[in-house]
């Protein structure tokens, strides 16, 4: 039976690449056709694979709406925060997740410093969109058009010397931040915060959230706080993973020999 389940899993990845028909099927599983027809019988009772006019077959409408329902019931905040916790008790500092929604970036998730300098952020709140790491990562993905029109619609604070001015400025920082996939917030916001973040992907490559690291400069300086940037990315990279289905979930109490 596993055998089964293996070829007819291994059907979809070759109809992924284009149509084909029944013996490029039975040629790549390396079966006789009428096991590579039975296969894609039952797939196509099931609406995973559909038979064209030309009698090739191609992925079903039914394997992309079950690809759909599963995104959108994906929870990046429940899959990312055992991430978030472990950075934090890695490097002891105040760690962030946030999201783009409906014009603004939002922090959906917050795992506090434990040290006794801390942050004034909320779960919910708004960051301050010009200046922000984890909003320069969010905005820098949005299509060129887009990135562009919000830039011109925003409205530039100057919160400290090293806010961001203008909207040219602001497209500049975006053009860096999209082509080196990271973004700083260095006494942008707060004099005496600073900040390092990184993208979260989707499978398709896209930015779904962004995660930080802030501290104030009383307990690390930003130079000694980019030093956290690799780990920030592969802590990122491992919520991009799992949230993807690159990579499967693991427990991290457990022993992984």
């Not at 959230?209 to 780990?231: D, H």
Request: hydrophobic content about 40%; proline content about 6%; glycine content about 6%.
């Amino acid at each position: 039976m596993s055998q089964t389940v293996d070829r007819a899993l291994s059907i979809l990845p070759l109809l992924a690449e284009g149509p084909a028909d029944l013996g490029q099927v039975a040629d790549r599983l390396g079966v006789h056709k009428s096991t590579a027809l039975r296969l894609l019988r039952t797939l196509h009772e099931h609406g995973l694979v559909y038979r064209q006019s030309d009698q090739r077959y191609r992925l079903g409408a039914r394997l992309f709406a079950l690809a759909q329902e599963a995104m959108e019931n994906l929870d990046i905040r429940e899959i990312a925060h055992p991430h978030l916790v472990r950075l934090n008790e890695a490097c002891g500092h105040t760690v962030h997740l946030a999201v783009y929604e409906e014009g603004e970036v939002l922090y959906i998730d917050k795992v506090e410093s434990r040290y006794p300098v801390r942050m004034y952020s909320r779960i919910g709140k708004p960051v301050a969109i010009t200046v922000a790491a984890v909003a320069k990562l969010l905005l820098a993905d949005l299509p060129e058009p887009e990135r562009h029109a919000l830039a011109d619609k925003l409205d530039y604070p100057l919160y400290t010397p090293r806010s961001t001015p203008n909207a040219e400025a602001f497209r500049k920082e975006l053009a860096t931040v999209r082509e080196q996939g990271w973004a700083t917030d260095l006494g942008g916001h707060e004099e005496s915060i600073n900040c390092v973040a990184a993208p979260i992907r989707g499978a398709d490559g896209r930015v779904v959230a962004a995660m930080s690291v802030s501290a104030p400069n009383v307990v690390v300086t930003g130079e000694e706080l980019l030093t956290l940037l690799p780990q920030v990315r592969r802590t990122a990279d491992a919520i991009s993973g799992e949230y993807s289905g690159r990579t499967p979930v693991t427990d991290p109490k457990k022993d992984p020999a």
